[in-house]
């Protein structure tokens, strides 16, 4: 059983940076694969980024276009999300997610993950 919750989430302006963290709760957390998604208003979840279970290995979607960087610190049970150079079009309840299959595949897939957090609102202003 894994335990997620997003935090870091806020309002910034285009062009701004803010910094998601997503602490996990149980001992598997080492062995999980994480992603990011992400849901506007009106428009369906969509895949966001990626990182293995030992941080080796990222993934991210064409949208991101080198501005995120995901991270993750093990003995912390943590996983981050570093956004720069913010867009209006960023503006969407950000989401973590768990996968306890270590093999990275598939990530961009939500049936993929197993365990999901609450959400994390970024609102980016032009």
């Known amino acids: 059983q894994v335990q997620l919750v997003e935090s870091g989430g806020g309002s910034v302006q285009t062009g701004g940076s803010l910094r998601l963290s997503c602490a996990a709760s149980?001992?598997?957390?080492?062995?999980?694969?994480m992603g990011w998604f992400r849901q506007a208003p009106g428009k369906e979840r969509e895949f966001v980024g990626a990182?293995?279970?030992?941080?080796?290995?990222?993934y991210y979607a064409d949208f991101v276009e080198g501005r995120f960087t995901i991270s993750r610190d093990n003995a912390k049970n943590a996983m981050y999300l570093q956004m720069n150079s913010l867009k209006p079009e960023d503006t969407a309840v950000y989401y973590c997610?768990?996968?306890?299959?270590?093999?990275?595949?598939?990530?961009?897939?939500?049936?993929?993950?197993?365990?999901w957090g609450q959400g994390t609102q970024v609102t980016v202003s032009s």
């Open positions: 997610a768990a996968a306890t299959d270590i093999y990275f595949t598939g990530v961009g897939r939500e049936s993929v993950y197993d365990y």
């Open positions: 149980g001992r598997t957390f080492s062995r999980c694969t």
């Open positions: 990182i293995n279970y030992s941080g080796g290995r990222t």
